[in-house]
Structure formats: C-alpha cells, structure tokens
C-alpha cells in the first residue's frame, strides 16, 4: 500500500506562489500517473492537474492553465504543483493521487482512477 504526503501549504496573498510536494513510499512510484486534486468548504473535489506515468502528458483545470505546473522527480518519488498568481478562489484543501493502473499512456481525470490519496494540505489564499 502506497503512502502520499503532502506538504507545501500555506497563508499567501494574491499574486504569490507556492509548491507543493508529495512525496511516495514504495518502489513503484515511476509506473503510476500522479494528480493533484482539490476541495474546497462545501464543494465537490476536483481535478486540478494530471500528468501520465511517464511525465509525457499532463492536463490541467481551466481555472488554473498557465499558472499552475504539474511535475514528478521519479528518482525522489515526488509529485510537485507549482502554484504561481494565486487567487482568492484558488483557497482549498489539496490532495495528491496516485492512479489505479500503472502504466497508463494517457492521463486519469476522474476521482475514481485514482486509489491511494494522501492527507491533503490546505492553501490559503487572501485578498
């Protein structure tokens, strides 16, 4: 059984960046897509940024394309979201997950891909 932890979160105002991290146990890391999703107060989760096993393709949310980026160190067994020009809306609990098939050649976008999630780590965001 994987583990996922995240880490990476906190207050920011508008305008600023954050990284998160999410860091895996296991060996098999590499073989798995990797997203991160996020929920909000009184909101359904949802998809933020997706990337495929190999790191080849990625997808992100309308709400944050040009400003938020996927990436994975496999050496490190780490997921990253970068978050740059932060907005208000973008305050959340933030999720990472692995999918449940390895080896996928596209990327996973529905919560039910996903099998193993870590705790979450909140985002913050003021006006």
């Known amino acids: 059984q994987v583990q996922l932890v995240e880490s990476g979160g906190g207050l920011v105002q508008t305008g600023d960046s954050l990284s998160l991290s999410c860091a895996a146990s296991g060996r098999t890391f590499s073989n798995y897509a990797m997203a991160w999703f996020r929920q909000a107060p009184g909101k359904e989760r949802e998809l933020v940024a997706t990337?495929?096993?190999?790191?080849?393709?990625?997808d992100y949310a309308d709400s944050v394309k040009g400003r938020f980026t996927i990436s994975r160190d496999n050496a490190k067994s780490t997921v990253y979201l970068q978050m740059n020009g932060l907005k208000p809306e973008d305050t959340a609990h933030y999720y990472c997950?692995?999918?449940?098939?390895?080896?996928?050649?596209?990327?996973?976008?529905?919560?039910?891909?996903?099998?193993?999630w870590g705790q979450g780590t909140q985002v913050t965001v003021s006006s």
């Open positions: 990337m495929n096993w190999s790191g080849s393709r990625t």
């Open positions: 997950a692995r999918s449940r098939r390895p080896y996928e050649l596209t990327y996973p976008t529905k919560i039910a891909d996903f099998d193993s």
